[in-house]
């Protein structure tokens, strides 16, 4: 299936150019590998309206059947992904954030601290991963057995009618 | 227990008479073999208003001690079951839809597609389940262990007053 | 780590003398084998503004780094902890919550019923543990591995500004 996947890293260390955006890599790396688009990427600060903004103008003109975002689902204040995504989705998937971090969780309990969201807007699938590399690949690894029929489902039901 | 049980099939096929009810059919037959009571059962389309309407009318009036939806829970646009279940309850439930999901999970991946949720209403129990007869067939096994006690503590807590 | 707990039972009977808080009991004795400071406890009844007026002082005047409550989670007309913990909560961790479920669900089915939430308010970490001695003993089980972490990310993500 030919996704066309789009990353949104959110860091205000990336945003400064202090940090390497890792994370960011570890999921276009795993697109490649399965030969998906990547369709767009970029890098915003931990800004609840910056969040927002990109996430609309990609789901709305189309631009990705999936965004991922990578960054700010954890507990400080400055982390407001959730919340940011949250307020543009249609409707809220909540199964896919809780195997994201059940799928983690035996290994690594911290993965109950990660306040990420999955759903839906217009005919994108969104899904927040952690900030780490490390939940990242966790994270991909769940995605892999269900984002392409997830996909399948958000734009056939559309196309239905 | 003499369970009440109230069947509501949400689907739009159903309701244009194109698709057998195999999951209310599979929800009736698990009643009976309980000796449960069928209290209710009617089918919608996947719309809002129909759902939000069959839930209140049975809730409160007190016609079902459980109401058991089927279909309107996955990600396309006209599934709504979430939404319009949510949008009557008095209280969620979470961890029932949770429960629900992650029992399917490990053999059946997709089942974290499903945002069906579950809670109370007046003195009425409802929980969302899927529309396929497996996806019926694994969150009935699910509500085995659990339904009984919570329908006691939703009766029984009212009864307190 | 030095963290200063509070717990916050909440109970109907517990308010009127009718009941012993073992569950209070329960947290109080895990706090003090970890060297944890008690830094307050008190019982109120199930009622939400008994319980939101509480969380928010503690949590507003810094007096913990942790509030741990239990009871008033279940499905009954009076369990209203659920709500009134997320009035105040600044930002939800469902995953916590989600933990605490689901690693009694194997044994304990019943688990799945409990609607407990946790979350951010100010600096201050909150988690709704269940009512059940049992139900408290397995949550505390859980927050073991998680919730030194949670308070360092709360508390040092805001000492960043």
Redesign the interface.
């Known amino acids: 299936m030919a996704l066309r996947v789009a990353i949104l890293t959110i860091s205000d260390a990336g945003s400064r150019g202090e940090r390497a955006d890792t994370s960011g890599d570890a999921i276009a790396a795993w697109a490649a590998e399965r030969r998906y688009t990547l369709a767009e990427r970029t890098l915003v600060a931990d800004e609840t309206a910056a969040i927002a903004s990109v996430l609309v103008t990609w789901a709305d003109s189309d631009r990705a059947d999936l965004i991922l975002t990578t960054g700010g689902t ?7 992904t ?2 940011a995504t949250r307020a543009v989705l249609d ?9 994201l ?2 799928a983690a ?1 035996p290994r690594f ?7 990420g969201t999955a759903g ?1 807007r217009a005919r994108t ?1 969104i899904v927040n991963l952690p900030g780490s590399p490390g939940g990242v690949r966790d994270g991909l690894a ?1 995605l892999d ?2 984002v392409e ?2 996909v399948e ?2 734009r ?3 196309m ?2």
């Open positions: 954890g507990l400080t204040a400055r982390d407001v959730p919340e409707k809220e998937a909540p199964g896919i954030a809780e195997a971090r059940m969780y309990p911290r993965a109950a601290l990660s306040r839906v699938l769940v057995a269900l029929h997830g489902l958000v056939g039901g559309r239905d009618h």
